[in-house]
Antibody
Framework: QVQLQESGPGLVKPSQTLSLTCTVSGDSISSSSNYWSWIRQPAGKGLEWIGRIYTTGGTNYNPSLKSRVTISLDTSKNQFSLNLNSVTAADTAVYYC?????????????????WGQGTLVSVSS | DIQMTQSPSSLSASVGDRVTITCRASQTIRTFLNWYQQKPGKAPNLLIYDASSLQSGVPSRFSGSGSGTDFTLTISSLQPEDSATYFCQQSYSSLTFGGGTKVEIK
């Protein structure tokens, strides 16, 4: 059974960098045919995709966040991480990591089949 | 960017009712459309992928249909445990979610 678990600070000061890690079990991020992704959800609102990374280290980000986001892999620990810089109160949200299933011959990134439980990150001084 | 519009934003129905939620894309997305259920305080759970394929372990009362720009999630006989918010998500170009539909039990 694939499991994901987010970890990181629950409080970040404005203008600083939000850093989260997702630890994966039950699948290998270095050999999987899937992608690994971050999604966030402000309280009472909808879901916003942040970005994804593949086993090769190739990334793709939401254009609205691209200038502030970096996603990276640590294959030795079977983890992937999110860095979001220059945060403001608008970045306060529950952050989820998830496996993004690659489908078909071309491994088209398609749907999120496993999710972490989510972690609340608040941006406040 | 492809915008996903769900309707209604909320609904209230009785146990046993047939419930339909719609999702409209701002341009064609073929069948690159997925549906999720989210209960309060929990992560979303995949129900339907590729517009109409039922995810393993999901009850058969859930079904999806549509292609192009218009899609539907149907719950054939609403159960108390189906009280939740439902989101659609497209993967044709980048990844975007609909705004959600909150389903309540009368």
């Amino acid at each position: 059974q694939v499991q994901l678990q987010e970890s990181g600070p629950g409080l970040v000061k404005p203008s600083q960098t939000l850093s989260l890690t997702c630890t994966v079990s039950g699948d290998s991020i270095s050999s999987s045919s899937n992608y690994w992704s971050w999604i966030r959800q402000p309280a009472g609102k909808g879901l916003e995709w942040i970005g994804r990374i593949y086993t090769t280290g190739g990334t793709n980000y939401n254009p609205s966040l691209k200038s502030r986001v970096t996603i990276s892999l640590d294959t030795s620990k079977n983890q992937f991480s999110l860095n979001l810089n220059s945060v403001t109160a608008a970045d306060t949200a529950v952050y989820y990591c998830a496996r993004l299933r690659g489908v078909g011959r071309w491994l088209i990134p398609s749907y999120f089949d496993y999710w972490g439980q989510g972690t609340l990150v608040s941006v406040s001084s | 960017d492809i915008q996903m519009t769900q309707s209604p934003s909320s609904l209230s129905a009785s146990v046993g009712d047939r419930v339909t939620i719609t999702c409209r894309a701002s341009q064609t997305i073929r069948t690159f459309l997925n549906w999720y259920q989210q209960k309060p305080g929990k992560a979303p759970n995949l129900l339907i992928y590729d517009a109409s394929s039922l995810q393993s372990g999901v009850p058969s009362r859930f079904s999806g249909s549509g292609s192009g720009t218009d899609f539907t999630l149907t719950i054939s006989s609403l159960q108390p445990e189906d009280s939740a918010t439902y989101f659609c998500q497209q993967s044709y170009s980048s990844l975007t979610f609909g705004g959600g539909t909150k389903v309540e039990i009368k």
